[in-house]
Every structure is written in structure tokens, then in C-alpha cells.
């Protein structure tokens, strides 16, 4: 199993006050040091958060894999194909949305996807779509031509959250079953979303889900007790 860091939130505490501090590639270099495996950002439309900026300093210092996490448009094609990350994850983007709501809706924008990732390919860009965990968004992204699927652990986070045991299970379920069906297909495996301390251990027991990407809960624990040792309890929980 590895632990892809997301730094956004390092950048969202840098916003807040329009400075320069904290910097999201200090976090990128410490998660690195730490063990993270790979380091995950996404550029919002917005800019709330990480900017092009920031990817090309984190591209230009760390070693591990960086994954950029984006809404296919036509803007952030071509800031990857400018950077060249070594994964693109396309996720659904509304603006007025605190945080990713939903997966990728690939069943309904299929054709449209076909089209759009040929030139990431094309660069030899890894592309992986963020999916809720069902068969046909799985299918679909499989025909658009994805490499990968990132299946949405949001619903099981918050079912966890809210201390819903039936629900915790049956989100459980609804993983395992996507998990094994995506890899099925050949599809390699990932997920992410809402993945805390508390949470993580049953997602990293599914043998089929080669990779985590957290964000938010990395850096809380951070601003408590250090970012290589937020790094560092992740991957004790999810290596273990
Ligand atoms: N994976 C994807 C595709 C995301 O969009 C996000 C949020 O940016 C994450 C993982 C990380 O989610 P969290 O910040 O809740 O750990």
C-alpha cells in the first residue's frame, strides 16, 4: 500500500493571509523525508489552494511520483501538459463546494473523455479518473481509456464520521466489491477522500486499492503535532 500526501491545505493556511507561508513545498520535501511515496496536489479553477506555481517547484525538488489533481478542462490540460506530472487524477469541479463532493461523472462524459485524455497519454501522463464506487462509472472509465480509477471514500468517511456502524459496512462493501471489479478489468486501483488517523485501517486492508492519497487529515495532524510525524502515524496505520 502507499501514501500519497495531499499538501493543498498547507497552501489553504499560506492563503489565508496572502503571504508566503506555510509553503506547500517544504511540506512536499518533509512528507517525502517522512516516506510519503507520493505527492498529490489539486489546482483548482479557483486557485483557493495550490497554484501552477507551486506544481512546478514541487516537480522540480521532489523525487517521488507527483499526481495532479484536476477538472478537465482545457486550461489544466494544458498546465499538465506544460509540467508533464507523472499522474493526472480528473475530478469533478464545482466552484461553490467546500471540498470534492462527488466522483467523476464518466458514464455521462465518456465520449467526451476519450478525446480529452489522448494527449495526456500521448505524453506518457498516467491518467486515473476519481470514481464513486459503482460498476458502471468503473466501466466507463475503463472504456474512456482511464489507466486508473481512484474510488471516492467520501460516503464511507462520513458514515464513520456520523458513527453509522450498518452504514461504515456497507460503504465497506460497496469498495471492496468496486475494488475487485476494477481490478478485474485491469484497471490499477487507488482511493482517497475524507481517509483520517481513525478511518484508514479497513480501506488499507483492501487488497486490491494500491494507493491512498490524504490530505486534510495529514495536515490537521500536523498543525498538532508535526508534518513527518503526521506522515510517518499514516503510514505506520496503512503499512501495518
Ligand atoms: N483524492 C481526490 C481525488 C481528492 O480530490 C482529494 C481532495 O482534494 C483527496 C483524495 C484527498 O482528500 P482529503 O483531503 O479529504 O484527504
Known amino acids: ?33 517522512a516516506g510519503a511515496d507520493q505527492i498529490t496536489l489539486h489546482v483548482r479553477e479557483d486557485r483557493r489552494h495550490v497554484n501552477e506555481d507551486d506544481l512546478r517547484r514541487i ?8 499526481n495532479l489533481e484536476m477538472a478537465p478542462t482545457e486550461e489544466m490540460r494544458e498546465i499538465a501538459l506544460t509540467h508533464r506530472p507523472h499522474r493526472v487524477t480528473l475530478v469533478p469541479e464545482r466552484r461553490e463546494e467546500i471540498t470534492t463532493e462527488g466522483g467523476l461523472d464518466a458514464v455521462s ?12 497519454k500521448e505524453a506518457g501522463i498516467e491518467v ?13 472509465s ?23 456502524q450498518k ?9 471492496r466489491a468496486a475494488a475487485r471489479f476494477a481490478k478485474s478489468l485491469g484497471l490499477r486501483v487507488y482511493a482517497g477522500h475524507g481517509l483520517t488517523l481513525q478511518n484508514v485501517e479497513p480501506v488499507a486492508r ?6 491512498l492519497n490524504i490530505g486534510h487529515s495529514i495536515v ?3 498543525v498538532i503535532f508535526g508534518f513527518e510525524r503526521s506522515v510517518r502515524e499514516f503510514l505506520k496505520r496503512i503499512k501495518r
Request: proline share 6%; net charge negative; aromatic share 6%.
Open 128 to 140: 486515473s479518473f476519481f470514481v464513486d464506487a459503482e460498476t458502471a462509472q468503473i466501466e466507463a
Open 220 to 222: 490537521a495532524n500536523a
Open 109 to 120: 462524459l465518456k465520449e467526451f473523455l476519450k478525446e480529452y485524455l489522448k494527449p495526456l
Open 59 to 66: 516537480l522540480e525538488v521532489v523525487h517521488v511520483p507527483v
Open 167 to 175: 452504514r461504515v459496512e456497507e460503504e465497506l462493501r460497496r469498495l
Open 206 to 211: 483492501i487488497p486490491e486499492i494500491e494507493e
Open 142 to 164: 475503463l472504456e474512456a481509456g482511464a489507466d486508473a480509477i481512484e474510488l471516492h471514500t467520501g460516503p464511507y468517511a462520513e458514515a464513520f464520521n456520523a458513527r453509522d
Open 1 to 33: 500500500m502507499r501514501l500519497g500526501v495531499n499538501i493543498d491545505h498547507v497552501a489553504t493556511v499560506r492563503n489565508a493571509r496572502r503571504t508566503f507561508e506555510p509553503d506547500p513545498v517544504h511540506a512536499a520535501v518533509l512528507a517525502q523525508m
